[in-house]
Nanobody
Framework: QLQLEESGGGLVQAGGSLRLSCAAFGRIFRFNAVDWYRQAPGNQRELVADITTGGITNYADSVKGRFTISRDNAKNTVYLQMTSLKPEDTAVYYC?????????WGKGTLVTVSS
């Protein structure tokens, strides 16, 4: 059973930075693509960024140039470095992967950006 655990969220002022971490337990997920999603109150969950096993990355237009997704396979961890944060980045951020045909989600970490 694979478990994902996000950390690193918090309260930050606009223009600030945070680094989120997604640690995997129970299985090694270096052979899987990993995504970061976010969900703001009243909104649908949206894809923020994803990274393939080979390190190819993809970003939502709203975060391009500000967010960077990376992975450390030795630590079984994926990161989301967020810079130049805006109030509209406020959301719960979730880590997701598809492993063995099953979808796995973490419980999320809250990011609040004050203006």
């Amino acid at each position: 059973q694979l478990q994902l655990e996000e950390s690193g969220g918090g309260l930050v002022q606009a223009g600030g930075s945070l680094r989120l971490s997604c640690a995997a337990f129970g299985r090694i997920f270096r052979f899987n693509a990993v995504d970061w999603y976010r969900q703001a109150p009243g909104n649908q969950r949206e894809l923020v960024a994803d990274i393939t096993t080979g390190g190819i990355t993809n970003y939502a237009d709203s975060v391009k140039g500000r967010f960077t997704i990376s992975r450390d396979n030795a630590k079984n961890t994926v990161y989301l470095q967020m810079t130049s944060l805006k109030p509209e980045d406020t959301a719960v951020y979730y880590c997701h992967t598809l492993n063995g045909g099953m979808h796995y989600w973490g419980k999320g970490t809250l990011v609040t950006v004050s203006s």
